[in-house]
């Protein structure tokens, strides 16, 4: 996992997420010393980005498939986070901790949930497996980037939204 361009402490700065972005955060880690966002990254050769990217306008690279807890599921990432961990040593608390802190990367995720109605059976026989169909909805999670399984491209058609998986993972230029 690699993180593509500059990263931007925002662990003072509480106005950057919104109120449940950092509900989601705090989630999953209650503690910590530094944080902060950026909003490219390279995972297992793939690059994908943020919502907050807006350099690119013609690719969604965003719309992602991850593992949940229970379940893969489907989602669209809104930032990514690099978490410094909070020292847990009384004597760090009393004065200035000079421990060497471990970091975790995490990704904002605005999950999307499938549809009950799915793309029919092609003349009755075969079943459109790499095209789903979604709803977005306002439920955002925090995830490990590791829980990141693949890239997708989000089509939306009158109101209805639908997934697709990629055939080609790897984007050249």
């Known amino acids: 996992m690699f993180v ?7 662990s003072n700065n509480l106005e950057f997420f919104t109120e449940a972005e950092w509900k989601a955060i705090r989630r999953k880690v209650p503690r910590w010393r530094k944080i902060w966002s950026f909003k490219r990254c390279q995972i297992n050769g793939v690059i994908y980005h943020s919502g907050r990217y807006n350099r690119v306008t013609a690719r969604n690279n965003f719309t992602i498939y991850f593992s949940g807890e229970k379940e893969s599921r489907y989602g669209s990432i809104l930032s990514y986070v690099k978490v410094q961990d909070q020292c847990q040593l009384a004597t760090c608390s009393i004065t200035h901790c000079k421990c060497k802190l471990g970091c975790n990367y995490f990704a904002l995720v605005q999950v999307m949930t499938m549809h009950q109605d799915q793309l029919p059976g ?13 709803e977005e909805t306002t439920k955002v999670i925090t995830i490990s980037l590791e829980c990141i399984l693949e890239k997708c491209m989000l089509v939306s058609v009158s109101r209805r939204h639908f997934v697709c998986h990629l055939a080609n993972r790897i984007e050249r230029d």
């Open 122 to 134: 092609l003349k009755g026989k075969a079943m459109i497996g790499h095209i789903h169909r979604v």
């Open 4 to 10: 593509i361009g500059a990263l931007e402490n925002i």
